[in-house]
T-cell receptor, first 111, second 113 residues
């Protein structure tokens, strides 16, 4: 299994609070991704990174920001959480061979 | 833009039945195609992939053939097991994207003994 961990695995928070999710990899892969998974939508790309300090938006980036200061860590921040951001969040990594490896997910509930 | 369409589930089968999950795509150029599987409570795992037309991906008894003429990548297995119960996602990677994947909505498979 690819070495990808996500923290926390579960989080309950209130509307308007900031939330940061962490993705950590031990594979030294260049590309990292954040997705959200919602019923009826499959997985949708939020943001991705193609190197340290190099990030770009995906299809559902509004309300989210990311940072990557080290190869191994990719942080996803919800500046002011809303109920529509209740979801399961997955991190993925890729070494550039087109195969993505996924972390175990973080279940976020915004009340 | 690029997109993937999967058959809606759930697909309910008895053990040892034949499985087909349909997947069609819309893309410019010649994308790479993937099937991922998600077991309950887990992240997605790559099941198989194909990178060019007429390629057949296979793994764990599952197969899918890249059909450019019908823009399809249907997943098949000759004899399913209870342990195959999961959600299956078809995905494509466009030739001009930086490893970004576009996923279908997923198809839940339930296999009963």
């Amino acid at each position: 299994d690819a070495g990808i961990t996500q923290s926390p695995r579960h989080k309950v928070t209130e509307t308007g609070t900031p939330v940061t999710l962490r993705c950590h990899q031990t594979e030294n892969h260049r590309y990292m991704y954040w997705y959200r998974q919602d019923p009826g939508h499959g997985l949708r790309l939020i943001h991705y990174s193609y190197g340290v300090k190099d990030t770009d938006k995906g299809e559902v980036s509004d309300g989210y920001s990311v940072s990557r200061s080290k190869t191994e860590d990719f942080l996803l921040t919800l500046e002011s959480a809303t109920s529509s951001q209740t979801s399961v969040y997955f991190c993925a990594i890729s070494g550039g061979d087109s195969t993505q490896y996924f972390g175990p997910g973080t279940r976020l509930t915004v009340l | 833009g690029d997109s993937v369409t999967q058959m809606e589930g759930p697909v309910t089968l008895s053990e040892e039945a034949f499985l087909t999950i349909n997947c069609t795509y819309t893309a410019t150029g010649y994308p790479s195609l993937f099937w991922y599987v998600q077991y309950p409570g887990e992240g997605l795992q790559l099941l198989l992939k194909a990178t060019k037309a007429d390629d057949k991906g296979s793994n764990k008894g599952f197969e899918a053939t890249y059909r450019k003429e019908t823009t399809s990548f249907h997943l098949e297995k000759g004899s399913v097991q209870v342990s195959d119960s999961a959600v299956y996602f078809c995905a494509l990677r466009g030739p001009y994207n930086t490893d970004k994947l576009i996923f279908g909505t997923g198809t839940r498979l339930q296999v009963f003994p």
